[in-house]
């Protein structure tokens, strides 16, 4: 199974013909169908289902679509990391995370080293935890930026001298707005929407899930999320109150909706982690070694004793 041979594949997924995807490699369309074939003939499994006129992936071409992809993602990753050996520091930093507002104090780093070292390039990945360990775990990423709680034994961490505080994300016409802070009193009966992450690892410990105590088997939640955006549209829309992070919604003057911190207050931590096997380019070292000496002049995070 060629490298080749995968991108020809990718690109008849992509287009959904024969004729599109073999104008946008410049080969052949015979010589586009025989590589098809004969991938599909090693495989064992057809990947397309044969249109008069297009073409469409079946169960086991939607399997294969996504495992090529893997492997293309890998190879150019790879490939540029060799092709930046042996010249000035440059290459490529694949970093993945949550949302959050500490992406502020990567940028500064990511700023420097652009002055000293323009050759570098980076690329972000959104997800939640399970998202971004699982592309470390197959080597897509170098870093992931995870919020707590997580599961981090399968990994090295820098801790982020940042702390997250959590609140309710609501209507400015909501009766809760009045407030200046929510309490789990408050969220009893409401329709709630709540993070994924943090609410999926039940494991003693976890603080989100300790402060609502006793209520929170019987909490209404209405709706999960794993990024805050497409969240905050079900708020706007009146679904729910969205417990999340400070920060990440716009609840500026003209926005219809506002943040209220939870009371008592709850904060998180943020830790930025690799694999414990992880060999680093040059220039995800000198990220490294560049990130460890920025966070090591941060004071700590104000209200750090109640982060989780």
């Known amino acids: 199974m060629e490298i ?10 992509r287009e959904g013909s024969i004729t599109n995807a073999s104008n946008s490699l410049h080969i052949t369309q015979p010589t586009l169908s025989r590589q098809l074939k004969d991938l599909e003939d ?12 297009n073409m469409s992936l079946t169960n086991e071409g939607f399997i294969f679509r996504k495992r090529a992809e893997e492997i293309i993602d890998l190879a150019d990753k790879t490939e540029n990391e060799f092709r930046a050996m042996g010249k000035n520091i440059a ?37 939640n935890a399970a ?9 897509f990423l170098d870093f992931g930026i995870i919020i707590q709680p997580a599961n981090l034994t399968k990994y090295d961490c820098l801790h982020i ?19 200046s802070c929510v309490t789990k009193e408050d969220l009893a009966k409401l329709p709630l929407i709540l993070s994924r992450q943090a609410i999926e690892d039940k494991k003693e410990g976890n603080e989100f899930i300790k402060w609502f105590g006793g209520e929170y088997e019987s909490l209404n ?15 706007e829309k009146g679904i729910g109150y969205a417990v999340s992070i400070d920060k990440l919604v716009n609840t500026s003057e003209d926005s219809p909706l506002c943040f209220r911190p939870l009371e008592p207050g709850l904060c998180t931590g943020l830790d930025i982690i690799w694999r414990k096997d992880q060999l680093f380019s040059p220039a995800a070292e ?8 920025s966070f090591k002049q941060k004071a700590p995070a104000k209200g750090a004793d109640n982060t989780f």
């Not at 939640?221 to 708020?235: G, H, Y």
């Not at 000198?286 to 000496?293: A, C, G, S, V």
Request: glycine share 10%.
């Open 286 to 293: 000198l990220f490294m070694e560049r990130l460890t000496d």
């Open 131 to 139: 998202d971004v360990m699982e592309r470390l775990d197959k080597g």
């Open 221 to 235: 939640i209405v709706t999960t999320f794993n990024l805050i955006f497409n969240a905050a549209i079900l708020v």
């Open 42 to 53: 090693e495989l064992g499994h057809k990947l397309f289902r044969r249109g008069s006129h």
């Open 161 to 179: 001298p940042a702390a997250e505080t959590w609140g309710v994300v609501m209507r400015k016409d909501a009766p809760l707005a009045s407030k």
């Open 4 to 13: 080749r041979v995968l991108r020809y594949f990718l690109a008849v997924a």
């Open 91 to 127: 290459g490529d930093i694949y970093i993945g995370g949550g949302e959050t507002d500490a992406i502020k104090l990567l940028a500064d780093v990511i700023r420097g080293l652009r002055n000293d070292y323009p050759d570098i390039r980076y690329h972000l990945f959104s997800g």
